[in-house]
């Protein structure tokens, strides 16, 4: 219809234009036949290409309106995803909570993930965690004392974080004395959860959230590192199980999140002495190259046959190590990942002392598709080469091991972008293992599912 008007229009301006010239009804018989009015067939001519392009206006139009209806749904998709994300709910309970859910999660693998400790620094024992634990928290009161200008005024600071402390103490004490959970070391039995741990990540959470947020994230990262640092020395040190760390690091940063959400309520306005940083913009289709800490927990179904006739499976274990990949776009990059697990052995269905160790190594094209601006989804298609440590059974003198091949795996996870440089994602993993008995040229599926921090660059 557009096109017919257009065409309409540009036939009148033609014909008045003629008109304006001709003074007489001589002059304009004279110029209808000299001096370019259109002709019969002109017009006819002029008919059928606006017939045509009607037709083919018409049909790119319905093309549109059907591209419209059909990404409608999809676009509002990712509106409301964005939207979820951004609530003041989400962002209470996003770390937190996925940290305390993971901690359960591996809690039945606690064994395993011990294992890796004593079998590489069974001696270790450093009491640095004792006053590390607090670090984050000193920085922050001595810039305040320094005349470093953070988010809240001292009064509101200081009840921000008495009610942070007042909820991490009976969260943690709660646990403590309930689940009665004995620590790696005998000690006691109040393994569950970790307190240096869950009071290290709610002092970081207070310097991330005074400074952090307010100056530089920079100090977010250093509080962060040394509260991790804490979590790590705590396992080292065999004071906890790594279930105990998870837990306890969720516990301090959901607590500082609702402390700083009650002074809120409490001050409303008042007290805030330093704007946020200018909030972050992401771009959905930016390139998602990363690098972090890999965790998770292995399954690897089935039993290898031994030469005495004895059958040999490996339960469930962990799987702990790096991974990283550069993306030249947003959909395709190439990286790799090397990962130590440890998984303990059956003879015959009898468990046997000691973990039996794979260390892994492998290279590949990583592919992603970017849901919306935080989420995206990813996969992988890898191949390398795994070692099998030396062991030697505990029921025999039969040793396996000390063997490798090639490796092939890929996987799929879900990655959430929580700020520009650092985002989290949880995966499920499928690779084609070797034997680690000699002579067996069996192949075996090992699945691993967990979860990884990154940074993002």
């Known amino acids: 219809m557009l096109m017919k008007l257009f065409f309409i229009c540009l036939l009148l301006f033609l014909s008045f234009g003629e008109l304006a010239q001709a003074n007489t009804p001589e002059k304009i018989g004279e110029t209808t036949m ?27 139009l319905n093309i549109q309106n059907d591209s419209i209806i059909t990404s409608a749904p999809r676009e509002s998709f990712k509106i409301k995803l964005d939207r979820v994300t ?29 294992s890796l400790r004593n079998e590489y620094i069974p001696t270790f024992r ?7 634990q607090f670090a984050p928290a000193v920085a922050m009161i001595g810039m305040k004392i320094g005349g470093v200008e953070g988010r809240s005024s001292w009064s509101r600071m200081l009840a921000s974080d008495a009610f942070s402390a007042a909820i991490i103490a009976a969260a943690v004490n709660t646990l403590k004395t309930t689940t009665n959970v004995m620590r790696p070391d005998g000690s006691n039995n109040h393994s569950f959860p970790s307190g240096h741990t869950a009071t290290a990540f709610m002092a970081a959470t207070m310097m991330h959230k005074e400074y952090g947020l307010t100056r530089s994230p920079w100090y977010s990262i250093g ?12 396992q080292l040190n065999n004071k906890h199980w790594l279930s105990d760390i998870m837990v306890g690091a969720g516990i301090g940063i959901l607590s500082t999140e609702f402390g700083y959400f009650l002074a809120d309520v409490l001050f409303k306005d008042k007290g805030i002495t330093h704007s946020y940083l200018e909030e972050e913009q992401f771009d959905r289709f930016h390139n998602p190259s990363f690098f972090g800490l890999y ?19 490996l339960s469930a274990g962990s799987n702990a190590g790096l991974e990283g990949a550069w993306f030249m776009n947003p959909y395709l990059g190439f990286g790799g990942r090397f990962s130590v697990a440890s998984m303990g052995v059956l003879v015959d269905d009898v468990a046997q002392n000691d973990n039996l160790d794979i260390f892994t190594g492998s290279v590949g094209p990583y592919f992603s598709y970017p ?87």
């Open 295 to 313: 965790l998770g927990v292995n399954l690897l179904p089935g039993e290898f046959s031994m030469h005495n006739g004895s059958s040999l499976s």
């Open 34 to 60: 000299q001096k370019g009015m259109l002709s019969l067939k002109d017009i006819n001519t002029v008919r059928d290409y606006v017939q045509k392009s009607s037709v083919n206006y018409n049909q790119i």
């Open 126 to 132: 450093q009491h640095y965690d004792d006053y590390l």
């Open 371 to 457: 849901i919306s601006s935080r989420w995206s989804a990813g996969s992988k298609l890898l191949a390398g080469y795994s070692h099998f440590s030396k062991y030697t059974l505990s029921s025999s003198t039969a040793e396996i091991g000390k063997k490798g091949g090639l490796t092939f795996g890929t996987g799929i996870s879900m990655n959430y972008l929580v700020k520009q440089n650092f985002g989290v994602r949880f995966f499920v993993d499928y690779n084609l293992l070797p034997s680690p008995v000699p002579g067996n040229c069996t192949i075996k599926h090992l699945l691993t599912t967990g979860g990884s921090v990154n940074v993002q660059f």
């Open 86 to 114: 951004s609530s003041r709910t989400f962002q209470l309970v996003y770390i937190g909570a996925p940290l305390i859910a993971g901690g359960l999660i591996v809690k039945y693998g606690d064994d395993h993930f011990r």
């Open 223 to 234: 509080a962060y590192s040394l509260a991790t640092i804490t979590g790590v020395t705590r």
